[in-house]
T-cell receptor
Framework: AQKVTQAQTEISVVEKEDVTLDCVYETRDTTYYLFWYKQPPSGELVFLIR????DEQNEISGRYSWNFQKSTSSFNFTITASQVVDSAVYFCALLTGNNRKLIWGLGTSLAVNP | DVKVTQSSRYLVKRTGEKVFLECVQDMDHENMFWYRQDPGLGLRLIYF???????EKGDIPEGYSVSREKKERFSLILESASTNQTSMYLCASRGAGGVLDNEQFFGPGTRLTVL
């Protein structure tokens, strides 16, 4: 079975705090891709990052960083020094093999308070 | 930049009406998708299309149909709208699916209310 679990439904932090959003996935495929998307209050999902199963290097983009660990089937997302503009729902998703369909987590709603 | 547009941001319809939601992408993408998003249920795939005139059911196709007559346009049809179809509808498109071409790009969404 293929599954994506985002155990944190809602997180609330104060501005400038660091926050980590967890994503755990399940698949038996050896080739797969993991994604993070951001959905701000405006509603449009924005692609943030893709990782393939053969590349376990962590990624950093400004205040955002991603930690991919195959040993724990996790692809966690950390926001450093959070800002109010980071308030959004964040989705993790899995694409396996030749599938066209993404398997989505249920999302984590992040509120960054001033 | 990929642009995915949806015909309406907000739509209010009556029970039993036929409803058309239109989606257009400008990047010559092969794959297009329709999702609905409801609180606590995340994104659920209704239908997708991998080529013109080709379609495949997603996880919740009941009560919906789709049409893809042209590559850039993917329509979602509610044959007889019901109140339980009140939701946010999201359209997405994706390229052929190569290693660097498999992320989905989303439109702004249509919030449909069925009274």
């Amino acid at each position: 079975a293929q599954k994506v679990t985002q155990a944190q439904t809602e997180i609330s932090v104060v501005e400038k705090e660091d926050v980590t959003l967890d994503c755990v996935y399940e698949t038996r495929d050896t080739t797969y891709y993991l994604f993070w998307y951001k959905q701000p209050p405006s509603g449009e999902l924005v692609f943030l990052i893709r990782r393939n199963s053969f590349d376990e290097q962590n990624e950093i983009s400004g205040r955002y960083s991603w930690n991919f660990q195959k040993s724990t089937s996790s692809f966690n997302f950390t926001i450093t020094a959070s800002q109010v503009v980071d308030s959004a729902v964040y989705f993790c998703a899995l694409l396996t093999g030749n599938n066209r369909k993404l398997i989505w987590g249920l999302g984590t709603s992040l509120a960054v308070n001033p | 930049d990929v642009k995915v547009t949806q015909s309406s941001r907000y739509l209010v319809k009556r029970t039993g009406e036929k409803v058309f939601l239109e989606c257009v992408q400008d990047m010559d993408h092969e794959n297009m998708f329709w999702y609905r998003q409801d609180p606590g249920l995340g994104l659920r795939l209704i239908y997708f299309s991998y080529d013109v005139k080709m379609k495949e059911k997603g996880d919740i196709p009941e009560g919906y149909s789709v049409s893809r007559e042209k590559k850039e346009r993917f329509s979602l049809i509610l044959e007889s709208a019901s109140t339980n179809q009140t939701s946010m509808y999201l359209c997405a498109s994706r390229g052929a699916g190569g290693v660097l071409d498999n992320e989905q790009f989303f439109g702004p969404g249509t919030r449909l209310t069925v009274l």
